[in-house]
């Protein structure tokens, strides 16, 4: 599909690389293209990043049909510009927009759109440790009716902002929040997808818990007892004897993050276990000294080390609130990987 372009003629003044946080400044433009049933794909466009033209009765305002995804391209050490993983990526966005009656763009549309707006915007992409470029491509249901069905036009949109940590703690441990009262996501809903549904449903427990002092939180299943995942991350439990995940339920979303540090224990000879875990086991391995250390993983943060765990009224510290030495092996081994210092021995790189 051709690309048609227009550039700004105004480029904003980039941001400062130590003053990145997360997700608060966007480049200069953005990718756009739209689907229309019998139709198919056609008006891929880049055009200067501002508001989207959308009709007040479009599908996504009054049913939700809004899907995302989340990725990132580094600038590495020789200067070459590099996507992690997009294929996985790409593979997610069409599997989560069947589940919302969404068109997913063709692998080559979300590919070449994606780098295509990465070259128009590359003096965007931070060099320091610890920054990258966040893509953040976007389905969304833009036909106009009254009447709950799938919408029959679908709006593909990519966004990129350079960012640096996630947290404001940056890579040091996390506090985290068990909740008990909401919950995210249940069997046959759409707890495995990435849609803007599935984070609206966990608000009110994140803001709850950062009013507490916490920076995430862990959601349980429908029984409260078996852990899901960590907000915006997926979990792991590094006991005496194996290393655990939660396995994927129906309600869990498949981080690629999360992905990519099971490819790396395997290739240790690590002993990682996909299976289901409660709490109740992971007070008790703490109890017991049996828990050596937990860490989130996710596209944003990379990993994070959990070093408290607040559950029925009492926090338990895991690892004295220090970095772990295996979150701090798989964090480097990754990292290293995404700024190419270390060989891509597992073919997650795709050069722009």
Not at 119 to 147: H, M, Q
Not at 168 to 180: A, F, L, M, N, Y
Request: hydrophobic share 40%; aromatic share 10%.
């Amino acid at each position: 599909m051709n690309i048609q372009k227009t550039l700004t003629s105004a480029p904003k003044t980039l941001p400062p690389s130590d003053k990145l946080g997360f997700g608060n400044y966007f480049t200069d433009h953005m990718f756009v293209a739209k689907y229309r049933e019998g139709k198919g794909w056609y008006d891929a466009k880049i055009v200067p990043y501002g508001p989207l033209s959308v009709d007040p009765g479009a599908s996504v305002f009054h049913y939700g049909q809004a899907l995302f995804e989340g990725m990132k391209a580094f600038r590495q050490a020789d200067g070459r510009v590099v996507f992690f993983r997009p294929e996985f990526n790409h593979q997610r966005l069409a599997e989560g927009a069947a589940r919302m009656c969404l068109e997913a763009p063709p692998k080559e549309l979300f590919m070449e759109g994606m780098k295509e707006l990465v070259r128009v915007d590359e003096r965007w992409i931070p060099k320091e440790p610890n920054t990258s470029l966040y893509i953040r491509p976007t389905l969304i249901g833009t036909e106009a009716f009254l009447g709950v069905r799938p919408s029959l036009e679908t709006t593909f949109f990519i966004l990129l902002s350079p960012v640096g940590s996630y947290y404001s703690e940056g890579t040091k441990p996390i506090k985290i929040w068990t909740e008990e009262k909401y919950l995210r996501a249940a069997p046959g809903g759409l707890g495995s997808v990435k849609a803007g549904a599935n984070y609206a449903s966990s608000l009110k427990a994140a803001y709850e818990s950062k009013q507490k002092g916490y920076a995430q939180v862990l959601w349980l299943d429908v029984d409260r007892q078996g852990i899901e995942e960590v907000g915006t991350m997926n979990v792991f439990f590094v006991f005496d004897n194996e290393i655990v995940t939660p396995v994927l339920n129906g309600s869990i979303l498949s981080g690629g993050t999360r992905e990519a540090i099971i490819q790396v224990l395997k290739s240790k000879n690590l002993p990682v276990v996909e299976r289901k875990i409660t709490i109740t086991e992971v007070v008790e391995k703490l109890q017991a000294g049996k828990l050596r250390e937990a860490f989130g993983t996710g596209t944003a943060a990379v990993i994070s080390p959990i070093g408290v765990l607040a559950y029925k009224g009492k926090e338990w510290v895991i690892n004295n609130n220090e970095n772990g030495p295996l979150s701090k092996e798989l964090y480097k081994e990754i990292t290293e990987i995404q700024r190419g210092v270390t060989p891509d021995r597992f073919h997650w790189i795709t050069p722009l």
